[in-house]
């Protein structure tokens, strides 16, 4: 419960108490011996436990109200800053090993994210927002167009095909959130590869275009020769094992995108707690030494171009995107 909606109940909940003329005019509250307290009887119980549920379902609606203002009225910079700052809270602890942050949190097979996640993608599908993200929807379009560029640009050297693998790319959220920037092009297979349960959800979202597999390597078998790692390899338990296979299978083109990197270079292992408004859930995540991370692609793949992802995380993590090609 938040602060300002714990507010609301507190101040619900010392009225009823300091109030007993109130409470006795309700019919069923003896007064207690002593002229101070109340006794309480099962009805007595439940009677406040009714009006608890009431006093916490106005605060909620006073929250939403409380935040419709202050988006439609604080200036943008004033909304992003608190976004940042919130944004700067989201990761915690420094773990020696993925077991002992994977205890410390919830995960992706937590079934209420998957249950999330389906319900924002079929909104989006039956029209009713934009795009989605994370069990999160959207109805005002947001593009990121250095991923757009690298796209098109893959695009253009592959004669106007692309043919895709968006590795831990949900239900597609990528794809329904950039697709009407990529209906030029001649051809598009985006292919998503996920863990089963999210398999099995997406075939319902199935269509000439998306498609779901279970591994990478049955995703690349239909043709695909671009792999794109945004915002999953800091969630994996052996991300850099990732990056070698991509180069062993000799992947033609890699883009890495939404990328948490530790700005000192230490790599720490942390747990991301993400607000409710975005889908909520906790999440063990890597801060990357950069160096080490990209090391296996030295040498065998040239570095096209890198850019700054759009978030902000504090001093101490940046976000950043890398394309790669095989030389």
Known sequence: MGGFEANCVGLWSRSIHDNKALIRALGKFPRGLCGNCLLWGEDEIRLLRSIAVVARKMAMLAVSAYRSILRRFLPLAVIECFRSIQRRRAFAGDFSSWG???????????????????????????????????????????????LLSVLKKIAQAEDGRLDLVDFGGALGSTWRQHRALLSDLGSVHWRVVEQPHYVASGKQFTDNVLSFHPALQDALSLGANTVLLSGVLAYLERPHQLIEDLVRLRVRHIIIDRTSFAVNGRARLTVQRVPAGLGGGSYPCWHFDQRRLLEPLTGLYRLETGWRSFEDFGPRVEFLGFYFTRT
């Open 100 to 146: 002992e942050a994977r205890a410390a949190s919830k995960g992706y097979d937590d079934a209420a994210v998957l249950a999330r996640v389906v319900a924002a993608t079929r909104a989006v599908v039956e029209g009713q927002a934009l795009w989605d993200r994370d069990g999160a929807v959207f109805t005002a379009p947001e593009y990121n167009m250095s």
